[in-house]
């Protein structure tokens, strides 16, 4: 098989067939990628800076890693790794799914940088291989192949969604130089000025009305994720009850049957 007919960097042999034993693996230039993104960002990680952080000639790490893309899906594949799915299925689909989520959600705040990452199709590595395999395993009992799929991407969507805003949101803030408590503050007499106009109830309404905006970024997620599961579990037989969460039953009882 020659190099072009390669699709991804998981079908490429990590040694050659012939030519000198390698010196470095794909794994100690994955991990110093990895440090230098997580320390100045994906653009930053090029390969004749990991080649001076683990002391290579620039040139010869193509032979292990061909192109930039390559690089990229090693360092995805890597972090990707971090979450932690061991055990699962456990019997409990929706603890299964919240620890994901969090997990997630932790993975993604340690490497900003994986908000940036634009990946259309997928690689099928190793650690994502894995989280496939427990993660749809938590529904493969319960729904078709095709109906999983849907689920988890809904669920994807939403942690990988809510995360991106916030990594954005924190960006901005370093940007600006204000805390989030000082912008809110900067921000305050154009808000009172849109709200007392009288133009705009929804937003009005927002402003004066709505908790969530006001939650921890913790909460925030929390609280939408039990939306999200809510709905997934309105997809599941009644035979896959998993026993919901004590504070969505207080959630329940306070906002009634039909909230």
């Known amino acids: 098989m020659t190099d072009a007919e390669h699709v991804s960097i998981w079908m490429r042999p990590e040694r050659p067939a012939r030519g000198p034993k390698p010196v470095y693996s794909r794994a100690q230039i994955t991990e110093a990628a990895v440090r230098i993104a997580d320390a ?40 990707m790794g971090e979450i932690d799915v ?21 993975m993604w705040l340690r490497h900003p940088w994986i908000s940036t990452v634009q990946r259309s199709l997928p690689s099928f590595g190793p650690n994502q291989l894995l989280l ?50 000082e912008w809110m503050a900067r921000s305050y007499p154009y808000i009172d000025r849109l709200v007392k106009s009288g133009e705009y109830p929804i937003f009005t309404k927002i402003v004066m009305e709505a908790r969530q905006p006001h939650l921890s970024r913790d909460d925030q997620l929390r609280y939408g994720l039990q939306r999200v599961l809510d709905c997934i579990a309105a997809a599941l037989p009644p035979t896959a009850g998993s026993p919901m969460p004590a504070h969505r039953e207080g959630q329940e009882e306070q906002d009634g049957p039909g909230s």
Do not use: K
């Open 86 to 106: 061991t055990g699962m299925p456990s019997g409990d689909w929706r603890a299964d799914l919240t620890r994901y989520a969090d997990g997630l959600r932790a």
């Open 132 to 181: 496939i395999e427990r993660l749809m395993g938590v529904l493969d009992a319960f729904v078709s192949i095709d109906e999983n799929l849907g689920l988890i991407a809904m669920l994807n969507g939403y942690i990988e969604g809510t995360v991106r805003e916030e990594i954005s949101s924190a960006r901005e803030f370093r940007r600006s130089g204000l805390s989030e408590s």
């Open 40 to 79: 100045e960002g994906l653009e930053a990680a090029t390969m004749r800076r990991i080649a001076a952080e683990i002391g290579a000639g620039a040139m010869s790490l193509y032979r292990y890693v061909p192109s930039r893309d390559d690089l990229v899906e090693l360092m995805a594949d890597q972090v």
